[in-house]
């Protein structure tokens, strides 16, 4: 995990600073107490922990989308997101439409296993919201606790035997996590830990054997345990 200590002189200080940007750096540089050199340790840490969180995160969002899919299937069948009664919002149809435009254009088959995958762990978590408004009656709201969860959802977390909104609530925070990784940007002042256990807990709702593997398999609680101004991680 650990490698040689990289030069930082002020050639390779101030040419990082341009690659990297200063705004980018400004957030690192704030918490390093204007020390460009600390600031530059602690935005390695924060490369580094955001890609040990890749693995645990692609895990639960494979585990989350499949057994969502498998349980809506089951009520609505295979193409569940072209049914009328499933009662999607307008910014859930949006995104099925996108993501089938997006198969069309890569020339793949628009089927239920290829739009299911094209579909972003943001898609999933909002089905587990309440519902906004309805893509035709936009006057009116879509009710996924009558539409989706009770009559299928809730059987996608058979250990966790909670309401929707409680099931919702960490996976909602945990999409910010996702999204903050895949954009590049600071998640050091997050409580990572708490994320990390978060993760484990949502995906033993979902199967608890998966929640072992994706746990044996992380290197979150390793890069945690390291300083952040450390100078031998790499990435």
């Known amino acids: 995990m ?25 957030t690192y540089l704030t918490a390093a107490g204007k020390d460009q050199e600390k600031a530059l340790h602690l935005y390695t840490w924060n490369t ?16 989350l989308r499949n057994a969502m899919h498998r349980e809506l299937a089951r009520v609505h069948g295979q193409d569940w997101y072209d049914q009328p009664r499933c009662q999607l ?36 978590v909002s089905l587990l919201g309440r519902g906004g408004r309805l893509p035709i009656l936009r006057s009116s709201r879509a009710n996924y606790d009558m539409t989706l969860w009770r009559p299928a959802l809730f059987r996608a977390f058979p250990n966790a035997r909670k309401p929707r909104a409680d099931v919702h609530r960490p996976l909602d925070y945990l999409r910010t996590l996702r999204n903050r990784i895949a954009h590049h940007e600071p998640i050091f002042s997050r409580h990572l830990a708490a994320d990390h256990t978060s993760i484990l807990e949502v995906a033993g709702w979902i199967c608890p054997s998966t929640r072992e593997w994706i746990a044996h398999h992380s290197r ?16």
Not at 48 to 63: K, M, N, R, T, W
Not at 95 to 120: S, T
Request: proline share 8%; glycine share 6%.
């Open 220 to 235: 979150v609680m390793d890069i945690l345990a390291l300083p952040r101004d450390a100078n031998t991680l790499r990435f």
């Open 89 to 124: 919002d307008a910014g859930a149809c949006e995104r099925v439409d996108a993501a089938k435009r997006d198969l069309q254009r890569g020339n793949y088959p628009i089927d239920p296993p290829h739009v299911v995958a094209a579909l972003a762990f943001g898609f999933w």
């Open 2 to 26: 650990s490698v040689n200590a990289f030069p930082l002189n002020s050639t390779i200080l101030n040419a990082l600073e341009v690659s990297l940007s200063p705004e980018r750096l400004a």
């Open 48 to 63: 580094a922990v955001s890609a040990a969180f890749y693995g645990p995160l692609q895990g639960l969002e494979v585990a």
